[in-house]
């Protein structure tokens, strides 16, 4: 199982608790959900305000390098493309709920009982997830291994020829 952003949460919950369907584990720019090493405020602000990033091109533009960082710090266009200018967060009310949900959920208490092979995948230049969150991450689950690439919170996307090969071996290993 392979899960992205708050998809890594989903992830965690999944591996912990239905353990028999889930061989290995791949968690990319992902934390603890509620109970983690924050992002700074001024990213924050911007992950609660989408409607304005997903309906305003000009202002996507200007904030998807602070908020993604990586190489969306020098082609903003490129991760805003990726993004489809800003349209695939889906409804404002469902990422809403989703917000909502990372808030009331965390995965510390049960990472421990996690047994499956995990490798866990960070950029050092995420601004919404920190590093720290990773190495976390690395330290509870027993069976992980930590990646860190050179690069943002859409690193899976923007730095795929990269990270593609990584996540191919661990999940192809023995």
Excluded at 150 to 162: I, Q
């Amino acid at each position: 199982m392979l899960g992205i952003s708050w998809g890594g949460g989903v992830a965690q919950h999944f591996a912990a608790f239905w353990r028999s369907r889930c061989r290995r584990l791949v968690l990319v720019a992902t934390a603890t959900g509620s109970l983690m090493v924050p992002a700074k405020p001024s990213v924050l602000v911007h992950m609660v305000l989408p409607p304005r990033r997903q309906m305003d091109r000009e202002y996507l533009y200007r904030v998807v390098g602070g908020v993604f960082g990586g190489s969306a710090r020098r082609h903003p266009e490129r991760v805003a493309a990726a993004m489809r200018d800003g349209d695939w967060l889906g409804s404002p009310l469902g990422y809403v709920y989703q917000l909502a949900a990372a808030a009331g959920w965390t995965s510390l208490p049960f990472l421990p009982a996690i047994g499956q092979p995990a490798l866990i995948v960070a950029g050092d230049d995420d601004p919404i997830i920190p590093l720290a969150n990773a190495r976390l991450m690395n330290l509870l689950i027993p069976r992980s291994r930590l990646h860190i690439y050179h690069g943002g919170h859409l690193g899976l996307a923007t730095e795929a020829a990269e990270l593609a090969p990584v996540v191919d071996a661990f999940l192809a290993a023995p």
